[in-house]
């Protein structure tokens, strides 16, 4: 703005000075080159308060903060625009009123024709609101910031549109193992296994997310340390204002847990539901085995009478051959019963290695010369309770089925080992110590869908005459009985193993009675309301009590709670009966003790030896009880 002119066209002159007076969003005013205020407009007036009156002949700092006048700003303003040809600054300004403003500030020098500075001209803006926008976007920016970085349970970070890191929260270090300076740069798919980048998912998801706008997905992503983790994934594209993509947000969630508890949960369910499904079928063929035993007795026994009476040797020959039939009706029979876990056993410890060693030769007579077949025994193995015999013919059933089911050749192994179990993991289990007797083959193996089905009764896909399919329904019955349980893996095409599990004896003894705990009962009685009863008058006695309807159901419970002191059984029951319960406890736990109770007692005498066994008549009162089962 040359003075120059300012003074020789007055029209020019006029007209800038109505601009300049007018404009009332800037403070428009000149100062001396000492800083001595020489004019004013309506801008200066309005932000700074002042009139031209009272200001014009005042020094300029007199609208600096009196921190900024210690410093010597003003004077320095001046000087840098008079070096520097413009001085422009923010900061804190001071009205009439005291007031503060956060003022924008540019300084020019003004010079004449020959170059000597003749003052100064500054123009001021109040941009204090502009600022307190500013600070509270830098402010709700930063408060964001840190919120996206203090979130530890999602990974949160962005990608450029090329998928490139761009940022890390505490989230995204915790779950993938990464710092910042290791990932930020890097591309995304460094998360993803090696199939999934192979088949390109990295930049599939991207696509999906940049035309949906969004993407959500699961899947297995890798950590540093090389550990996968299931992810639950959302991708968001983000546009700026014109539409352009300019890069994503990704949220990862670690549902790992959340997936196996699911899993777990179905796993159980389904086990439930199968070995709910296993128990009826056991009851139901129990009871048909039960009576048909009895209708085979009545044409056994009447054959045998016959064959006395009958001398005729055509006749003799059609008895001989009826008394084959029951022969094998009755062997059919037994093997019911031992699925239905009803059939006597005689339980024992035993060391499992030598059980297999001692029937061996047995095992390798029945596999053919085609297959090679191996047993491959644990060092050292823990005893475990069953009954030898029937253990035997479990074994030599699974080879046999092995045998079937490798025609062509192959190999069979018998492995044992120890393993230790967590609950549930093998059915309906609980946690703990277990022989494991695993029968490999490398045959057909069995189509999932039939996994389940093998082990029901009558349950074949040999031809007619071949199989009865009876066979693992009794080693399932044995290992049900035995406490343990028979676990099947197998894919079609690929070899099938069935791993019988037994509870392995711990070699110290039973150490459960540790003095503070309370005695436990188990209370045997299939009439509902007397159980309850006795349920009650045995806890009022200070004892922790167990209840069970039958003696099935007892032995079922006590391979659960093998700790349990005292088995209380009533006599007359129906199935097993309280005397053949006795006994099968006796054998199964040789330290429990045991009292029976029979309204008949001189009867069950009768029917039933009961040994050394107490024997309490019933109606029992609190006293005798108390009594009895302090003296066992
Ligand atoms: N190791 C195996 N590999 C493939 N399939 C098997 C195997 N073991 C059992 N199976 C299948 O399970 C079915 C039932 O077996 P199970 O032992 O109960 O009866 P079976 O062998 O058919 O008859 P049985 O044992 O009475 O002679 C078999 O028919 C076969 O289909
Ligand atoms: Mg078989």
Same mark, same amino acid.
């Given at each position: 703005?040359?003075?120059?002119?300012?003074?020789?066209?007055?029209?020019?002159?006029?007209?800038?000075?109505?601009?300049?007076?007018?404009?009332?969003?800037?403070?428009?005013?000149?100062?001396?080159?000492?800083?001595?205020?020489?004019?004013?407009?309506?801008?200066?007036?309005?932000? *700074?308060?002042?009139?031209?009156?009272?200001?014009?002949?005042?020094?300029?700092?007199?609208?600096?903060?009196?921190?900024? *006048?210690?410093?010597?700003?003003?004077?320095?303003?001046?000087?840098?625009?008079?070096?520097?040809?413009?001085?422009?600054?923010?900061?804190?300004?001071?009205?009439?009123?005291?007031?503060?403003?956060?003022?924008?500030?540019?300084?020019?020098?003004?010079?004449?024709?020959?170059?000597?500075?003749?003052?100064?001209?500054?123009?001021?803006?109040?941009?204090?609101?502009?600022?307190?926008?500013?600070?509270?976007?830098?402010?709700?920016?930063?408060?964001?910031?840190?919120?996206?970085?203090?979130?530890?349970?999602?990974?949160?970070?962005?990608?450029?549109?090329?998928?490139?890191?761009?940022?890390?929260?505490?989230?995204?270090?915790?779950?993938?193992?990464?710092?910042?300076?290791?990932?930020?740069?890097?591309?995304?798919?460094?998360?993803?296994?090696?199939?999934?980048?192979?088949?390109?998912?990295?930049?599939?998801?991207?696509?999906?997310?940049?035309?949906?706008?969004?993407?959500?997905?699961?899947?297995?992503?890798?950590?540093?340390?090389?550990?996968?983790?299931?992810?639950?994934?959302?991708?968001?594209?983000?546009?700026?204002?014109?539409?352009?993509?300019?890069?994503?947000?990704?949220?990862?969630?670690?549902?790992?847990?959340?997936?196996?508890?699911?899993?777990?949960?179905?796993?159980?369910?389904?086990?439930?539901?199968?070995?709910?499904?296993?128990?009826?079928?056991?009851?139901?063929?129990?009871?048909?085995?039960?009576?048909?035993?009895?209708?085979?007795?009545?044409?056994?026994?009447?054959?045998?009478?016959?064959?006395?009476?009958?001398?005729?040797?055509?006749?003799?020959?059609?008895?001989?051959?009826?008394?084959?039939?029951?022969?094998?009706?009755?062997? !059919?029979?037994?093997?019911?019963?031992?699925?239905?876990?009803?059939?006597?056993?005689?339980?024992?410890?035993?060391? !499992?290695?030598?059980?297999?060693?001692?029937?061996?030769?047995?095992?390798?007579?029945?596999?053919?010369?085609?297959?090679?077949?191996?047993?491959?025994?644990?060092?050292?193995?823990?005893?475990?309770?069953?009954?030898?015999?029937?253990?035997?013919?479990?074994?030599?059933?699974? #080879?046999?089925?092995?045998?079937?089911?490798? =025609?062509?050749?192959?190999?069979?192994?018998?492995?044992?080992?120890?393993?230790?179990?967590?609950?549930?993991?093998?059915?309906?289990?609980?946690?703990?110590?277990?022989?494991?007797?695993?029968?490999?083959?490398?045959?057909?193996?069995?189509?999932?869908?039939?996994?389940?089905?093998?082990?029901?009764?009558?349950?074949?896909?040999?031809?007619?005459?071949?199989?009865?399919?009876?066979?693992?329904?009794?080693?399932?019955?044995?290992?049900?009985?035995?406490?343990?349980?028979?676990?099947?893996?197998?894919?079609?095409?690929?070899?099938?193993?069935?791993? !019988?599990?037994?509870?392995? !004896?711990?070699?110290?003894?039973?150490?459960?009675?540790?003095?503070?705990?309370?005695?436990?009962?188990?209370?045997?009685?299939?009439?509902?309301? #007397?159980?309850?009863?006795?349920?009650?008058?045995?806890?009022?006695?200070?004892?922790?009590?167990?209840?069970?309807?039958?003696?099935?159901?007892?032995?079922?419970?006590?391979?659960?709670?093998?700790?349990?002191?005292?088995?209380?059984?009533?006599?007359?029951?129906?199935?097993?009966?309280?005397?053949?319960?006795?006994?099968?406890?006796?054998?199964?736990? =040789?330290?429990?003790?045991?009292?029976?109770?029979?309204?008949?007692?001189?009867?069950? *005498?009768?029917?039933?030896?009961?040994?050394?066994?107490?024997?309490?008549? *019933?109606?029992?009162?609190?006293?005798?009880?108390?009594?009895?089962?302090?003296?066992?």
């Amino acid at each position: 703005m040359p003075t120059q002119h300012l003074t020789t066209e007055l029209n020019e002159n006029e007209r800038l000075h109505l601009l300049v007076a007018a404009v009332t969003d800037y403070a428009i005013y000149m100062l001396s080159p000492q800083g001595v205020i020489i004019s004013w407009n309506a801008g200066a007036q309005r932000f *700074k308060g002042y009139t031209a009156n009272e200001i014009i002949g005042t020094h300029f700092s007199a609208f600096y903060t009196e921190a900024d *006048k210690a410093v010597d700003l003003p004077n320095h303003a001046l000087k840098i625009a008079e070096a520097e040809g413009q001085f422009e600054a923010e900061g804190w300004r001071v009205r009439k009123d005291g007031t503060r403003f956060w003022a924008n500030v540019v300084i020019d020098p003004i010079r004449d024709h020959g170059g000597q500075l003749i003052g100064f001209a500054k123009v001021t803006r109040d941009i204090t609101e502009r600022k307190r926008a500013a600070n509270v976007l830098r402010e709700s920016e930063e408060q964001f910031r840190l919120l996206v970085q203090g979130v530890t349970d999602y990974a949160i970070y962005m990608l450029s549109p090329e998928g490139i890191i761009t940022n890390w929260n505490a989230g995204a270090k915790r779950i993938k193992g990464y710092f910042d300076n290791e990932v930020i740069g890097t591309h995304f798919s460094r998360f993803y296994t090696d199939e999934d980048r192979q088949s390109n998912r990295p930049s599939q998801t991207l696509n999906k997310a940049a035309i949906e706008g969004r993407f959500e997905s699961e899947g297995w992503r890798v950590r540093k340390d090389g550990t996968s983790f299931w992810a639950h994934v959302v991708v968001d594209a983000i546009q700026n204002d014109m539409g352009e993509l300019i890069g994503f947000a990704k949220v990862t969630r670690d549902i790992t847990e959340r997936r196996e508890a699911a899993a777990a949960l179905e796993k159980a369910q389904l086990a439930l539901f199968q070995s709910q499904k296993m128990e009826s079928m056991g009851q139901i063929t129990g009871g048909v085995a039960h009576d048909f035993n009895n209708l085979l007795n009545v044409i056994t026994n009447g054959l045998a009478i016959l064959q006395s009476r009958i001398s005729d040797s055509k006749d003799l020959k059609i008895i001989d051959t009826m008394e084959r039939a029951a022969q094998r009706g009755a062997t !059919l029979i037994q093997q019911l019963l031992t699925f239905a876990r009803q059939q006597p056993s005689n339980p024992s410890p035993q060391n !499992l290695n030598s059980v297999i060693r001692s029937f061996e030769s047995i095992l390798r007579r029945a596999n053919d010369r085609r297959l090679e077949f191996e047993i491959t025994l644990a060092a050292k193995l823990p005893d475990v309770n069953i009954d030898p015999g029937l253990f035997e013919s479990a074994l030599l059933n699974l #080879v046999v089925n092995a045998r079937d089911a490798t =025609p062509e050749g192959g190999n069979i192994t018998v492995q044992t080992s120890v393993v230790n179990l967590k609950e549930n993991e093998i059915n309906s289990l609980l946690a703990g110590d277990y022989v494991k007797v695993e029968v490999r083959d490398s045959g057909h193996g069995i189509p999932t869908e039939l996994i389940e089905k093998i082990i029901e009764p009558f349950f074949t896909t040999k031809p007619l005459g071949k199989g009865t399919g009876l066979g693992l329904s009794q080693v399932y019955g044995f290992a049900k009985q035995s406490c343990g349980d028979l676990h099947i893996s197998s894919s079609q095409g690929h070899g099938t193993v069935i791993s !019988l599990f037994f509870p392995a !004896l711990s070699n110290t003894g039973d150490t459960a009675s540790s003095g503070r705990k309370l005695e436990q009962v188990l209370i045997v009685d299939d009439q509902p309301d #007397v159980l309850d009863m006795a349920i009650d008058l045995i806890k009022m006695l200070g004892y922790e009590v167990y209840g069970a309807g039958s003696g099935e159901e007892a032995i079922r419970i006590l391979c659960d709670h093998s700790d349990i002191d005292i088995l209380f059984t009533d006599v007359m029951m129906p199935g097993m009966n309280g005397v053949e319960l006795a006994r099968h406890v006796k054998r199964m736990l =040789p330290s429990i003790k045991i009292l029976l109770a029979s309204g008949f007692t001189g009867q069950a *005498k009768n029917i039933d030896d009961i040994g050394d066994f107490r024997l309490i008549p *019933k109606p029992y009162q609190l006293a005798d009880i108390a009594k009895e089962l302090r003296i066992i």
